[in-house]
């Protein structure tokens, strides 16, 4: 709930005529609100995922108007249903009529850029894209990932003396997660 204390001036003002009508002008507009905090959420969002299997946190942000952003994922996906569930959850633990808050619960978006690590797991054996800090793009399949990096299986043309052509050899390129700006699924329509 948002407080509004608004305290007005009179002043008058002299018109034509000589008549001072009665003008109201906002002096001073203070808002107090009560900011849901960031650890309360996360709390009732891991409440939710220890009676389930399979799902994790992307990401809780809350803006100063209390507007809340839950993103959450699976390693079999996330249905329409589970976000309802979370929403209820949630809902249920906070007073919308004190603390005045906006709700939105979603999964993580499918080509958006991996948020935690949890994602790499989920996407291994899977296609995707890299963006190095280097700022060169590289897709490969998604070979494994630890706390220090990940791997990647990338197809790359190699020169062989005596040939015309270039041929093809995959290899497994190691990336740490500070050599990086993003990784994403990646999306194909064939």
Known sequence: MV?????????SEEKEGGQKPPRFFPDVIQ???????????????????SQRSGFFIVGITINPLNAILVEIDGF?????????????TIESALDREIE??????????????????????????DEVEVLASSGIKVAGILVSADN??????????????GSKRAIEKEEDVHYGYDEIKYTKYLIRFK
């Open 3 to 11: 407080v509004r204390e608004e305290c007005f001036i009179f002043a």
């Open 31 to 49: 808002t107090f609100e009560i900011m849901i905090e960031n650890s309360r959420v996360n709390e009732l969002v891991q409440s939710w995922i």
């Open 76 to 88: 079999s996906g996330v249905t329409i249903e589970d976000c309802v569930s979370l929403h209820e």
């Open 100 to 125: 005045d808050y906006e709700l939105e619960v979603g999964s993580a978006g499918l080509g958006q850029p991996f948020k935690v690590f949890e994602q790499y797991i989920k996407h291994v054996g």
């Open 148 to 161: 220090s990096g990940f791997f990647l299986k990338v197809k790359r043309k190699i020169k062989v003396e």
